[in-house]
C-alpha cells in the first residue's frame, strides 16, 4: 500500500510507469477502447479548498474506470467538531479504497497517510501538488516526446506546482530553471533535496528572460495562490515583470510551448494573447489530469 504524498514518494521508473499508462489510456479511450479496471472501488475525495480541475477530473476518472467517488468538504466531516486525523482516517479507511485530499497544510495529507490503511493522494496542499507535476509532464512529454532533451522555464511564484516541477525535474533528469522574485523563491529544503539525486541542472534565477532563454517549455502560475488573497495587490507589483507575454516569448525557442494549471489570471501572470495562442497547451494540459489521475489511481488500487 502506497502514498502520494509528494513527487519523491515515488521512483523515477514508477513515474515513467504511470506517464506512460496515462498516455496509452488516453489513445486508447479515443480509440474507443474502455477499461474498466476499478469496478468496485471507491474515491474518497476530502476537499477543504475549492476546486475544478482536480476534483472533476478525480471524479471523471473514476467513472470512466468503473468506480465511483464521495466527495467530502470539511464542513461535511467532524473534523468542524474537533474529530482528530487520525480517527478519521481510520474510520474512512473502512469505507472508501483511496483517499485524495486537498487542504492547506502538507502536515494534513501526511497526518492522513500517516494513518490511514488506504492509499493517500495529495491533491494540493501549500507545499506540494505531486498530481499536477506528473499531469504536466505527461503534456510536455505529449507534445514533445523525451523530456530528458528539453530546458523547461519556470516564470513566477516559487509555489506548491513549482516545488513539484522540481522534484518531477531530479526524478525525470532534464534541466529546470525557475525565474522567481527575490523573497518568492520555492523551498531551500526541497530544492537541496532535489539536486542531491538530479542529473541535470536545477537553477534559480531573477531574470525571466534569463529562465526562458532557449526554453523548449515555459511554464506560469497564478501570483497569488488560495490562502494568499491579501496579498494579491502587494504581489502584483512585485511580479509585474515576470509576466508571461508576446514579448518573453521571443527570447524561448521558437517552437516553445505554454503551459498553466488553471485557473488563469489573464492580464496578470499570463497575458491573453499567449494563453489563447498557437503556442499555449494549456487545455491539453487541463485535460490531462484526467488520464494522469485514471493511471495513477489503477497503479495505486489494481497493481
Known amino acids: 500500500m502506497r502514498h502520494v504524498t509528494r513527487v519523491f514518494d ?3 521508473e514508477e513515474l ?11 489513445a486508447d479511450f479515443k480509440k474507443g477502447e474502455t477499461r474498466r479496471s476499478l469496478i468496485g ?3 474518497g475525495l476530502l476537499f477543504e479548498k475549492h476546486s475544478t480541475r482536480t476534483r472533476v477530473s478525480f471524479e471523471a476518472g473514476m467513472q470512466k474506470l468503473g468506480g465511483s467517488s464521495i466527495y467530502l468538504s470539511r464542513r ?5 467538531r474537533g474529530e482528530p486525523l487520525k480517527d478519521t482516517a481510520r474510520v474512512l479507511s473502512r469505507y472508501v479504497d483511496a483517499i485524495c485530499v486537498r487542504t492547506y497544510g502538507q502536515e494534513v495529507v501526511e497526518e492522513l497517510a500517516r494513518w490511514a490503511s488506504i492509499p493517500v493522494i495529495n491533491g494540493l ?3 506540494h501538488h505531486p498530481c499536477q507535476g506528473m499531469s504536466d509532464v505527461m503534456t510536455v512529454i505529449e507534445k514533445k516526446g523525451d523530456i530528458t532533451r528539453l530546458k523547461v522555464a519556470w516564470v513566477g511564484d516559487g509555489n506548491n506546482v513549482a516545488h513539484s516541477w522540481i522534484e518531477m525535474a531530479a526524478r525525470l533528469g532534464f534541466h529546470l530553471v525557475l525565474a522567481c522574485p527575490e523573497g518568492y523563491d520555492p523551498d531551500l529544503q526541497i530544492i537541496e533535496e532535489a539536486r542531491q539525486v538530479a542529473q541535470k541542472p536545477i537553477e534559480v534565477v531573477r531574470d525571466p528572460k ?3 532563454k532557449d526554453a523548449q517549455v515555459i511554464n506560469t502560475d497564478v501570483w497569488a495562490s488560495m490562502g494568499q ?3 494579491a495587490e502587494k504581489r502584483k507589483e512585485i511580479f509585474a515583470p515576470y509576466q508571461v507575454n508576446e514579448e518573453l516569448l521571443k527570447y524561448a525557442a521558437p517552437e516553445a510551448i505554454v503551459l498553466h494549471c488553471l485557473p488563469a489570471h489573464r492580464g496578470e501572470e499570463i497575458a491573453e494573447e499567449v494563453l489563447e495562442g498557437p503556442q499555449s497547451v494549456v487545455w491539453d ?3 490531462n489530469k484526467m488520464w494522469l489521475h485514471m493511471a495513477l489511481l489503477e497503479w495505486l488500487l489494481a497493481g
Open 10 to 12: 515515488l521512483t523515477t
Open 16 to 26: 515513467n510507469h504511470v506517464i506512460d499508462r496515462a498516455l496509452r489510456l488516453k
Open 41 to 43: 472501488k471507491i474515491l
Open 76 to 80: 461535511d466531516l467532524q473534523l468542524d
Open 125 to 127: 496542499s501549500d507545499k
Open 210 to 212: 534569463e529562465a526562458v
Open 229 to 231: 488573497e491579501e496579498e
Open 285 to 287: 494540459q487541463a485535460e
